[in-house]
């Protein structure tokens, strides 16, 4: 059975790079634009990991974090923060909000899919 990995990053170009990247991973992308829809998505694909972007209108990546990896259905799927902000306090807080890892931006092709093969 092959894999779910849902993205949730509302800037396109970030969308579509990380897409690039997972294209060489046996798993079947998923993406949302927001947070909301992030945490819409983990409920009804039940994905294998969820790549979470911070920095996100309406919903940010910590809360939408927090909404999965406290919820009843989700609370076992792996939530990895992909984030521009790389201070020791956003590990910490992401940490916090349920994260299992934090990959910073910008980050390199083999990162991402390192932090994929740790998780999928």
Avoid: Y
């Avoid at 779910?4 to 690039?20: A, F, R, S």
């Avoid at 046996?26 to 409920?43: K, P, R, S």
């Avoid at 076992?76 to 790389?86: F, G, L």
């Avoid at 306090?89 to 740790?118: I, N, R, T, Y």
């Amino acid at each position: 059975m092959s894999k779910k990995i849902l993205v949730v990053e509302d800037d396109p170009v970030q969308q579509q790079h990380i897409c690039n990247v997972l294209s060489s991973v046996d798993a079947e992308i998923i993406l949302a634009a927001n947070g909301q829809q992030g945490v819409a998505l983990a409920l009804t694909e039940k994905p294998d990991l969820i790549l979470m972007d911070v920095v996100m209108p309406e919903v940010d990546g910590f809360s939408a974090c927090r909404q999965i990896t406290t919820g009843e259905e989700t609370r076992e799927i792996p939530v990895v923060i992909v984030s521009s902000k790389n201070q020791e306090a956003d590990k910490v807080w992401a940490q916090l909000q349920g994260a299992k890892a934090m990959l910073a931006k910008p980050f390199s092709d083999q990162e991402l899919l390192d932090q994929v093969k740790a998780f999928v």
